[in-house]
């Protein structure tokens, strides 16, 4: 292969190695951020603190938003009305109009936060995300690390670590295609969703993809070889 070409993959391999790297010191950072609160968490009492709340809440909307035309979305026949918000329901009490916008007053049943749960659930959810997120990282930096020092891109160790790492891009598009409805009062999940993150799924595909053309592209270097 020409030496310019190799250096250029060389140089690849090498810049995103350094970067791979902090990437991973960051996620790494974060996992131990979100294991020390879960250890604060499961050492704290259930109601060692706990918020209560009346269930009343003001919103304010700027006439930013809507350009001073008042109403807005029928804001004005939302008095006496009830509607649900983050899984709660409210009742709008009076709609007023301001110099800087509209004021909704909203009057709700109210709750009991434990915050004791709340940190447990969040430490999970987000040791989960950023450990598939590891696991991507690991795999990446071990085919940066080949590609630094490879001769050839078609080389039998670049096409393994890079199909590899096309495999590790799966629970990080898993996870992303998760979403669900969290009840800040009722201190619960209302609803669970899940969507095909498209994005992330033609990622892999790409990456897929690209090894059957670098398997290809070996073929062809061997009987290149053998023919010389």
Request: aromatic letters at 8%; proline letters at 2%.
């Amino acid at each position: 292969m020409n030496s310019e070409i190799k250096n250029k993959i060389n140089t690849i391999g090498k810049v995103g190695r350094v970067l791979t790297v902090i990437a991973k010191i960051i996620v790494i950072a974060g996992i131990v951020c979100v294991c020390l609160a879960g250890v604060v968490g499961l050492f704290m009492p259930k109601d060692a603190v706990k918020l209560s709340m009346d269930g009343s809440m003001q919103v304010q909307i700027s006439k930013k938003l809507y350009e001073g035309k008042f109403p807005l979305i029928g804001l004005n026949g939302i008095e006496n009305g009830s509607f649900s918000l983050n899984g709660e329901d409210y009742e709008a009490v009076s709609v007023q109009e301001t110099d800087d916008g509209i004021i909704v007053d909203l009057k709700g049943d109210g709750g009991d936060v434990e915050v004791r749960t709340m940190l447990l659930r969040g430490c999970l959810i987000g040791l989960i995300y950023l450990t598939a997120a590891l696991v991507m990282l690991c795999f990446l930096k071990s085919l940066m690390t080949e590609l630094r020092n490879c001769d050839t891109p078609f080389a039998s160790g670049v096409i393994k670590k890079m199909t590899n790492f096309a495999w590790s891009l799966i629970p990080m598009a898993v996870l992303s295609g998760v979403s669900f409805d969290w009840s800040f009062l009722a201190n619960s999940v209302r609803d669970f969703h899940y969507s095909i993150n498209l994005s992330a799924v033609l990622v892999i595909l790409v990456v897929l993809a690209l090894v059957q053309v670098f398997k290809y592209g070996a073929q062809l270097q061997q009987q290149a070889d053998e023919t010389l």
